[in-house]
């Protein structure tokens, strides 16, 4: 059995930065998939942002994407960490996730003030979309994943091809 000092070890410095597991191709895949997606289809209504750093608490947390109303670039005005809320928050589970850590990372989200969270499972080809804590959508398959908070639509069939 690995002691805590062992495990820690073992970790990237972009796991101990993010707090979140390395990235396979799997996760690349999808998330570039919902990327490309989100800015091909609402790229003039918000902001896309991946890997962008929230001081949430008591930690802070790195999303997979942000999804902002849209706001103009200020390149001389650079922040280390977004002390507002993003509407949306997606996540991308991994492997080593379970469905309790990623549900505990949505309630953090909720608390910091999004609107809406993405669960994204890759192994099972679903999303759940929930607009609070314990309250989701389930889709998968074929279906065409909603957000109604936001007013978003996307093949799934699109997310994970």
């Given at each position: ?144 994943l909603r957000d109604e908070k936001l007013g978003v639509e996307l093949p799934l069939v699109a997310v994970f091809a």
């Amino acid at each position: 059995m690995e002691t805590s000092v062992e495990i820690l070890e073992n970790l990237s410095a972009y796991e101990i930065e993010r707090g979140k597991p390395m990235p396979d191709t799997i996760h690349s895949i999808v998330q570039g998939n919902l990327l490309f997606e989100l800015r091909t289809r609402y790229g003039v209504n918000f902001r896309i942002l991946p890997e962008l750093a929230l001081a949430t608490v008591p930690d802070g947390t790195t999303p997979d994407i942000a999804l902002y109303q849209t706001f103009a670039a200020d390149y001389k005005n650079r922040q280390p960490r977004r002390t507002d809320p993003p509407l949306c928050c997606i996540e991308i589970q991994s492997p080593s996730q379970s469905p309790e850590e990623m549900v505990a990372k949505a309630e953090t989200y909720f608390r910091f003030g999004v609107q809406t969270c993405w669960i994204v499972q890759p192994a099972m080809q679903c999303v759940f979309v929930f607009d609070g804590p314990g309250s989701y959508d389930f889709f998968h398959g074929d279906d065409v994943l909603r957000d109604e908070k936001l007013g978003v639509e996307l093949p799934l069939v699109a997310v994970f091809a």
